[in-house]
């Protein structure tokens, strides 16, 4: 397993833009398939993007042609870039790692090990 610790979550109006992080420790090569997810209040946390070990990235209908995950190897990271916000997209956003990239395990909060500590993406009209 590893650890991961977001940032980069913060206040924004409706059409901005956000980009967060996720350190991975002690290093990517060990976090296998990746993935971001989000949960806002009263809701349950559900899928945002996923990112296999071997380039394989998927995104939920809800934030297509939005957002887009990446990864540099280089610095450990994940990343999620966040286009376009809307109201809707206010959640608390998690970084999940050491998960099951099966086309129908990637989705699945269940599927992965390693989990951050969130980090509060609020967007206002």
């Known amino acids: 397993q590893v650890q991961l610790v977001e940032s980069g979550g913060g206040s924004v109006q409706a059409g901005g833009s956000l980009r967060l992080s996720c350190a991975i420790l002690p290093d990517i090569s060990n976090a296998g398939c990746m993935a971001w997810f989000r949960q806002a209040p009263g809701k349950e946390r559900a899928v945002v993007a996923t990112?296999?070990?071997?380039?394989?990235?998927t995104y939920s209908d809800a934030v297509k042609g939005r957002f887009t995950i990446s990864r540099d190897n280089a610095l450990n990271t994940l990343y999620l870039q966040m286009n376009s916000l809307k109201r809707e997209d206010t959640a608390m956003y998690y970084c999940?790692?050491?998960?099951?990239?099966?086309?129908?395990?990637?989705?699945?909060?269940?599927?992965?090990?390693?989990w951050g500590q969130g980090t509060q993406v609020t967007v206002s009209s």
């Open positions: 990112s296999g070990r071997y380039g394989t990235i």
């Open positions: 999940a790692a050491n998960g099951m990239c099966t086309p129908n395990a990637r989705s699945l909060s269940r599927s992965y090990e390693s």
